[in-house]
T-cell receptor, first 114, second 118 residues
Framework: GNSVTQMEGPVTLSEEAFLTINCTYT??????LFWYVQYPGEGLQLLLK?????DKGSNKGFEATYRKETTSFHLEKGSVQVSDSAVYFC?????????????FGAGTQVVVTP | GAVVSQHPSRVICKSGTSVKIECRSL??????MFWYRQFPKQSLMLMAT?????????EQGVEKDKFLINHASLTLSTLTVTSAHPEDSSFYIC??????????????FGSGTRLTVV
């Protein structure tokens, strides 16, 4: 079945540090890949997405590239801010599910300190 | 963009009572909505897929008689936790598939409902 594996947290960083959150996936066919962010006490917000191999999703300084050869979709940001403290979820949606189910990774908590 | 409103954001109820959570698509028609459950410090687990005008499809291990889902209109899906118990305390989140398709915007999530059963 489809699955998403992402690095465990919490990840603690100082402001302006470089952030990487690893995400790898297992899926049949060519899934769409997403990163969602959840701020404390809130629901999920779509951060970025990529729908085919080599696509790069970007938003708010975050980037992730769909790497089919390594089945990865790592999230990066060059200089984090305290406001980036949140839980980040990698997810996929597969054509085999008729674009129905979103399969989530376990989530990675990021804590950015001043 | 597509907006999904979920209500209430927090609810505390007594053990044995039922709680209804609403999920509304505000500016689009959502023929399909999804209900997730999230335990503290864990990921989201899909509970069921709600389809307008038909019965919901439940994931394996989810009690359909306990978690009643109704999707009677194109803009409203409800999740009712019946005879709630403390172990049902959790964060429940709904989502709807973007009307322009997942390739455009993916899925829009509600802000979630924190249920505490005492």
């Amino acid at each position: 079945g489809n699955s998403v594996t992402q690095m465990e947290g919490p990840v603690t960083l100082s402001e302006e540090a470089f952030l990487t959150i690893n995400c790898t996936y297992t899926a049949t066919g060519y899934p769409s890949l997403f990163w969602y962010v959840q701020y404390p006490g809130e629901g999920l917000q779509l951060l970025l997405k990529a729908t085919k191999a080599d696509d790069k999703g970007s938003n708010k300084g975050f980037e992730a590239t769909y790497r089919k050869e390594t089945t990865s979709f790592h999230l990066e940001k060059g200089s984090v801010q305290v406001s980036d403290s949140a839980v980040y979820f990698c997810a996929l949606s597969a054509r085999t599910d008729s674009w129905g189910k979103l399969q989530f990774g376990a989530g990675t908590q990021v804590v950015v300190t001043p | 963009g597509a907006v999904v409103s979920q209500h209430p954001s927090r609810v505390i109820c007594k053990s044995g009572t039922s709680v209804k959570i609403e999920c509304r698509s505000l500016d689009f028609q959502a023929t399909t909505m999804f209900w997730y459950r999230q335990f503290p410090k864990q990921s989201l687990m899909l509970m069921a897929t709600s389809n307008e005008g038909s019965k919901a499809t439940y994931e394996q291990g989810v009690e359909k008689d306990k978690f009643l889902i109704n999707h009677a209109s194109l803009t409203l899906s409800t999740l009712t936790v019946t005879s709630a118990h403390p172990e049902d305390s959790s964060f429940y989140i709904c989502s709807a598939r973007d009307p322009l398709g997942v390739l455009n915007y993916g899925y829009t999530f509600g802000s979630g409902t924190r249920l505490t059963v005492v």
